[in-house]
């Protein structure tokens, strides 16, 4: 079905005048997979524990957590396997996963209980309300953005989850000093992403030799990396600093 909204700004803004729901653009498409019965199960036992609910609003992390480690945030985080396996290495932070994909979302707090991993929680929703409603400003000491859905048509760019509005809303949630940490194996992306950080005040960018960070030891190989290497795509990673 065509999204008339969807045409022309103009439009957009004519029907958000006239006080009528917008679907705004949105960076993916919802996928109805399958869910295995292990995912089925992990989703209605875990989801308790882990699981964090869009509409509860804003959180106050020390008191998720019961602590008050460092938040690293995870947008799109696929099936999960390589969070958990950060979660697990760094005990001492909390790690916090956004994603649509409700099979992946099973599949990550499946994985979790089986690691043991008791620090982290996961948020099946859209990152850009999740952003705008439940996460405070300067409450995030890192947050992941890993091989995001490259839209490959130019007619598709607007669908691209990283723009300048974007970049913007993850300054404000960083603390002053985090890092925001983007990696693509899609060239015209990775030169995008670079142009809208570039374009946006108050970041530094880490990289000491050109615009890139060389790939760090920290980030496992994903799902989306792994299968860019197999087609030989190159992979970009890219990391600013909250300056101000
Ligand atoms: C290409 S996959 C990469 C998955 C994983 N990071 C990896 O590298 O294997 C992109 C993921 O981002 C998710 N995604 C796209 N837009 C999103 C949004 N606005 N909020 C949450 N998740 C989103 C998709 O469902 C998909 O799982």
Redesign the pocket.
């Known amino acids: 079905m065509v999204d008339k909204t969807e045409n022309t700004h103009k439009s957009i803004e004519q029907a958000e005048k006239e006080g009528k729901y917008i679907r705004k653009v949105?960076?993916?498409v919802k996928r109805e997979g399958r869910l295995t019965k292990g995912q089925a199960s992990a989703l209605e036992q875990f989801w308790p524990t882990m699981g964090l609910n869009h509409l509860d609003g804003m959180i106050d992390f020390a008191d998720l957590f019961n602590n008050s480690n460092a938040i690293i945030l995870e947008?799109?985080?696929?099936?999960g396997k390589?969070l958990v396996e950060m979660a697990k290495n760094a005990p001492e932070l909390n790690f916090v996963g956004?994603?649509?994909?409700r099979p992946?979302v099973g599949a990550c707090i499946s994985l979790a209980d089986e690691e043991g991993v008791n620090n982290l929680k996961v948020f099946e929703?859209?990152?850009?309300e999740?952003l705008a409603d439940c996460i405070p400003n300067g409450s995030l000491t890192t947050v992941q953005l890993?091989?995001?859905?490259p839209w490959h048509k130019k007619k598709h760019h607007k669908r691209r989850?990283v723009s300048l509005e974007f970049v913007e809303t993850i300054r404000q949630k960083l603390k002053v000093g985090g890092v925001f940490h983007m990696a693509t194996d899609w060239e015209n992306y990775a030169e995008c992403m670079i142009e809208d950080m570039n374009s946006a005040p108050g970041y530094k960018n880490l990289a000491t030799d050109g615009d890139f960070v060389p790939r760090p030891d920290s980030r496992p190989l994903?799902?989306?990396?792994n299968r860019g290497n197999n087609l030989g795509h190159g992979v970009w990673d890219i990391q600013f600093k909250r300056q101000d």
């Open positions: 949105r960076s993916f947008i799109g985080f696929g099936m390589s956004v994603e649509v994909h992946g929703h859209d990152a850009i999740v890993f091989f995001p859905d989850i994903t799902k989306f990396e």
